[in-house]
Each structure stands twice: as structure tokens, then as C-alpha cells.
């Protein structure tokens, strides 16, 4: 199952992606039953209420697609798509969690996994532009693959993890990085506002197999600049979800970013900075691309 949050009258709204069309969840539920409500406000709302039975919403939701042709929105290329999640609890990132990258920043590889936040205010969609030079002239890419928590999450063992998962997206943690390093602190540099480009949709766990085999590219302008696996990982997604929740209540909706792998910008002889008009694209196999020009 593909979730999306499309705009439809200035607002975000929750999707299904059926094939290359994007249905109305709402209508879709509610044509069902004919209950108000069964509605509901947004992809998290509806992870809220049936993340513990996706496989069964899935089924739910594909039959209703069939049946109820007026709950079509249009093709996906001709419907503005914002964050699949556009209204987290948490946004949680991992610094320094491929060994390659470690090793581009000169440091040690970590102990623990590197834990910081962003907040929902930094999230756009899939193709919306990234509007970042008037703020810094040091503007680099992180392409990641992005966990989203489909069920209430705390004190869980690695071997269970993957069952609080209601799936995966992908997210460019575009950065400042003169703003990150002018303190000790990285939030400057992470948390700019509108800067940090989520989506195209929420895949569920059962489309995507195994997360750690998932290769994942970044280009710029067309070239590679990043090129990986998610096997290369230093923390596995179990990992990372366990310990976060043994410190962190995670609930449905909560983001967490599992980190970039080598070739960032700012690592680059000399470096390779984001400027006006430049395209910057990240691609993860199974769940689709990103697409954002640079203003």
C-alpha cells in the first residue's frame, strides 16, 4: 500500500496511490460504511487508528478504489503531493550511521546511534522546491531512507521492531551547514524551516521486504553524488527503533531518518554546494524519488 497527503484546496488531505492514481481516503472509507466516523484527518490519523491492521486496511481501501470510481483525484503527476506524513509527533534523525560517511567526516564510528530532531515545520513534498539560499550559502544533501511508526512504540526488544513499522519513505536532510557548525549544537543547521523534502508516499512494510537491502542514490543536476545500500548501515533499523524507544515513547506517525551514506557535499574537493536552480533528486528502489529545485 502507497499512503500520500495530496493538496487539495491549500490543504493536505490522505491518499492511497492505486496504480498511477491518487484515491481520497476519506471517500473511500466513509463510501464503505456511510459513517462520518470512519473519516479521517490526515495519514498519521489513519496509522492512529489502524496501524495495528494495515494489511487489513490495505485490502479495505483497494477494494473500495475499485468500486468507487468518484473517489479518484486525478493522475499523481497532476496532483501536488506534500509529506506523506505531514504533521509528525517527532521527526528523528541518525548522524553518522554509514561507515563510508564516518569516514569522509574524519571521526570514529559511533557507539550508539547519533539521535537529533527536526520538527513537522521543516517537512515539503516530493517535488516542492527547496527555498534555502537567502539563509546560507552552504546548503548541502543527505539522502536517507525514513522509517514511519505505524503503532505505539516503547521499551521493544530489536527482534520485534520491525512489527511497529507501518512503513518507509525517503527524506533529503537538506542542511546549512554554516548554521549547523556555528555551535555545538546541529538543530541551526537541521531545522530550517520548509527545507526538507519527504515523500513521494508512505510504502507499507509488506511491499518493501527486507529494509536493509534497498539501494539508494542522490543526484544533483543529474550527476550521482551519492550512491548506496542500506545494508551498509552501522545501526540496522531494528537497532535503531529499539533504542530510541527505550528512552522515547514513538508513536503512529513519528518519523525517524536512518542516515545518509558517503559523497554529501560538503565532504567534496573542492565542495560541491546546492545553489539556486539546481536540481537535486534521491531515489530509493521500491519506494520511488524525490524531485526538488533549489530557490
Not at 521527526?91 to 550511521?97: A, F
Not at 567526516?105 to 515539503?124: E, H, M, N, W, Y
Request: proline share 6%; hydrophobic share 40%; with cysteine.
Amino acid at each position: 500500500m502507497k499512503l500520500v497527503s495530496y493538496e487539495a484546496s491549500g490543504t493536505l488531505c490522505p491518499g492511497i496511490l492505486v496504480d498511477d492514481s491518487v484515491f481520497d481516503i476519506d471517500k473511500l472509507l466513509t463510501a464503505q460504511t456511510g459513517a462520518a466516523a470512519d473519516a479521517v484527518g490526515s495519514i498519521a490519523d489513519l496509522l492512529r487508528r489502524h496501524g495495528e491492521a494495515l494489511p487489513a486496511l490495505s485490502e479495505r481501501l483497494l477494494t473500495a478504489a475499485r468500486a468507487e470510481p468518484n473517489a479518484r483525484v486525478g493522475r499523481v503527476g497532476a496532483v501536488r503531493l506534500g509529506p506523506p506524513i505531514p504533521d509528525p509527533a517527532k521527526v528523528l534523525c541518525i548522524g553518522l550511521n554509514y561507515r563510508d560517511h564516518v569516514a569522509e567526516t574524519g571521526r570514529a564510528d559511533p557507539k550508539a546511534p547519533d539521535v537529533f530532531a527536526k520538527f513537522a515545520s521543516t517537512l515539503i513534498g516530493p517535488n516542492d522546491d527547496i527555498d534555502c539560499t537567502a539563509i546560507t550559502s552552504n546548503l548541502d544533501f543527505e539522502g536517507e531512507l525514513a522509517v514511519v511508526i505505524g503503532r505505539p512504540c516503547r521499551h521493544v526488544d530489536a527482534d520485534d521492531a520491525l512489527s511497529y513499522v507501518a512503513g518507509f519513505t525517503i527524506l533529503n536532510d537538506i542542511t546549512a551547514r554554516d548554521m549547523q557548525y556555528k555551535g555545538t549544537q546541529w538543530l541551526a543547521g537541521k531545522a530550517v524551516d520548509s527545507s526538507t523534502p519527504c515523500g513521494p508516499a508512505l510504502v507499507t512494510l509488506d511491499e518493501i521486504g527486507d529494509p536493509q537491502r534497498l539501494d539508494l542514490s542522490t543526484r544533483v543536476n543529474g550527476v550521482v553524488m551519492q550512491r548506496s545500500n542500506t545494508e551498509r548501515m552501522i545501526f540496522s533499523i531494528r537497532h535503531i527503533i529499539s533504542y530510541i524507544s527505550y528512552f522515547l515513547a514513538l508513536k503512529p506517525g513519528d518519523i525517524i531518518a536512518t542516515g545518509t551514506p558517503e559523497g554529501i557535499g560538503s565532504k567534496r574537493t573542492p565542495p560541491v554546494w546546492l545553489k539556486a536552480g539546481d536540481t537535486v533528486e534521491v531515489e530509493i528502489e521500491k519506494i520511488g524519488r524525490l524531485r526538488n529545485v533549489v530557490r
